[in-house]
């Protein structure tokens, strides 16, 4: 669906199967196309899309188990608290302050929380394209760091090189706070809603919130 290797590689396995099951694409869903930001799980409005659309098909598959998938789907929004309540937590940290970051991952979330993003624009291509960035984007970006133009770095500890470990070496020597982000559930968190809320609430805190 996405400019993505993952999802390229899942289509593939469906597509392989003798028997298709039933597929909730993203994209559709979402209004994403290829080449958009395909980190949806970092995105609160998308995450809720999703479960509705998951509990639809569902249903429509299933039809006489209607009032388990409804029951199943409360629970979610249920558990979903925490995490909504966190999103509401960094919105009043965040209140307009910028940000850089080594990689796209959780910008949907930084958006949606109010952050403005002010990473080179050259440098964020690079790293869509998974390309090392231009010597003058990298130096743009330590510039912004070392002048306090931005208020935090996100940092994707995921992602390796030595240019983000170099960015992020000049926003620690710089007084810049950086949170760390991951782009998949990191070893030691046990669910979605857990490893969100970590994440949220060390923003919140880089921020001084």
Request: hydrophobic residues 40%; without cysteine; aromatic residues 8%.
């Amino acid at each position: 669906v996405f400019n993505d290797r993952g999802a390229f590689e899942l289509q593939k396995a469906v597509d392989a199967l003798p028997t298709k099951p039933a597929v909730v694409d993203g994209g559709q869903v979402t209004g994403r196309k290829e080449g958009d930001n395909p980190h949806l799980w970092y995105s609160p409005e998308a995450v809720g899309q999703m479960s509705t659309a998951i509990t639809s098909e569902l249903t429509t598959l299933a039809p006489s188990a209607s009032a388990y998938f409804a029951a199943r789907a409360q629970g979610w929004q249920a558990q979903l608290a925490p995490y909504e309540q966190a999103v509401q937590q960094a919105k009043a940290a965040a209140g307009g302050k910028a940000y850089g970051a080594t990689e796209s991952v959780f910008d949907d979330m930084a958006t949606a929380v109010g952050l403005r993003n002010v990473t080179p624009e050259g440098f964020q291509q690079a790293a869509a394209n998974e390309s090392e960035p231009a010597p003058g984007d990298v130096n743009d970006f330590e510039q912004a760091l070392r002048s306090k133009r931005m208020d935090v770095l996100v940092y994707n500890v995921q992602t390796e090189g030595a240019v983000p470990e170099q960015i992020r070496g000049v926003a620690e020597s710089s007084g810049v706070p950086v949170v760390e982000v991951t782009e998949t559930l990191p070893p030691g968190q046990s669910s979605f809603v857990a490893w969100q809320v970590a994440q949220l609430r060390a923003l919140v805190q880089a921020l001084g919130g």
